[in-house]
């Protein structure tokens, strides 16, 4: 650890920390091309970013498939999208904490007849105390990461297959709250003392980590994986916390933000624009190409954390049971 500290301490350079504050300040580039009779993948689709950008895909005539916790929010979802654009909207429901959904859902995309077009990893949780899942993994490290990594690894075949696909990763500069890197030894944080920031970006950065792996499974297939900053927007995030979070959250932080249409915006450049056609394993912020910080470019640490994801999430013995 240690070590790794010293190293990242070496990397780490102002510039790239004025360039990130100077691009927090740009506005998305846009995409004006049709997406028609495209499918798109969206988490987290019922409301803030992926709502937002449910909309601005089913705009340009895209067919929708929205993986929610909440049927009835999914439902009315299904209405508003298809009354209003006259496209597909499907769902499906799916808790992105629970292993057994995330590997219900990933197995359901991959049976899809369908080819995928591009896939939004949009779900998202923060947290200020610690909270297990069912499965007695960290919460956030669980929605952020754990159920994209699965999405992903699953797909892949049938990405592949397909020879032309896009993954965004919706990712934050809040990694960068892992200033010294990831705890391979203590994913679940049960060493350390729990926080909220640095819980967040240590799952934003292993989220960037494995966009470095998925990269070379996906080199000269026509597939690309990106991660994004979706831009300093106002969403629902953060509900699950306490009353003062809550009043802080809506009378302070709130009031700062801007409209999540320039994310969805960013997305729907990001997943169309023909000026991307073939770029991947790259971090943006909003449509900005960035350097992300030190630990999340670790190529080492990639490989390690892609080994233990394995094992946390069990998943060559879950997909035999599929």
Known sequence: MRKKTAQYIREYKWSNIFAMIK???????????????????????????????ARKYASKGANLLCINRNTEKSEKLRREIEGDFGVKCDYRIA???????????????AQLNLPIDVIIHNAGVYLTKRELTANG???VFAVHYLSSFVINYLLMGKLKAQQQARIIMVGSEGHRFAAWGLRLGDLNWEKRRYSGLKSYGSAKTAQLLSMIVFNEHFKNTGVTINTMHPGAVKTETGQENGPVYRWFKRNFFDKTLKSPEISAEALYYLGVSKELDGVSAKFFNLTTEEEPAPPAMDKEVAYQLWDETMKITGIKENVDKL
């Open 95 to 109: 808790d992105l904490s629970n292993l057994s959904d995330i590997f219900r859902v990933s197995n359901e995309l």
């Open 137 to 139: 993994l960290e919460k």
């Open 23 to 53: 691009n927090n300040s740009k506005d998305p580039k846009i995409c004006h091309n049709d997406f028609k009779n495209k499918l798109v993948v969206i988490t987290g689709a019922t409301s803030g970013i992926g709502y937002v950008t």
